[in-house]
């Protein structure tokens, strides 16, 4: 791994073990919300499962409709929501649901990745996490959790 950054999303959050009992894209959701210390979060569709599932494991963050720290849906969502993705913010992290579901899903997730706003992706195989950090050369990972 050449990233710094990644190396350290990597070991110190992802491969942290917890005592969190869920799927593992809401596992990757929730410890990344709290390893980033981030403040807001964006479902693009309205889900009170995991809506109820950030609140409860972590209470300081609001879900608002714009402009947030963390945005999560799958791919299909990605697709048909109003996010311009070339406006997001160098500190948006973006976490996408279901990129090997199937074939069209994997090619929606290859062309996200093409972004030129898109500077590093980690592939956790069941679910991706975009991130837009100017300051980072393109760069992109495939993990295992």
């Known amino acids: ?4 950054f990644v190396y ?3 070991t110190k959050c992802l ?4 005592k969190l009992r869920l799927p593992i ?3 990757v959701l929730i410890k990344s919300i709290s390893y ?3 403040k807001t979060v964006r479902l693009l569709v309205n889900n009170e499962d995991i809506a109820q599932k950030i609140k409860t494991n972590c209470p300081t963050v609001s879900l608002i409709n714009n402009n ?4 999560f849906g799958n791919i299909n969502d990605l697709q048909s929501s109003d996010l311009e993705i070339h406006k997001l913010k160098s500190i948006t992290m973006l976490v996408v649901d279901g990129i090997h579901k199937n074939k069209n899903t994997l090619e929606r997730w290859e062309r996200l990745k093409e972004l030129d706003c898109v500077r590093v992706t980690v592939d956790i195989f069941y679910c991706g996490v975009v991130f837009f950090r100017k300051e980072q050369v393109k760069e992109h990972f495939k993990i295992r959790i």
């Open 68 to 71: 947030s720290d963390v945005i």
């Open 15 to 18: 491969y942290k073990k917890n």
């Open 1 to 4: 791994m050449h990233s710094p």
């Open 36 to 38: 980033f210390d981030y």
């Open 25 to 27: 894209t809401e596992k």
């Open 8 to 10: 350290d999303y990597v």
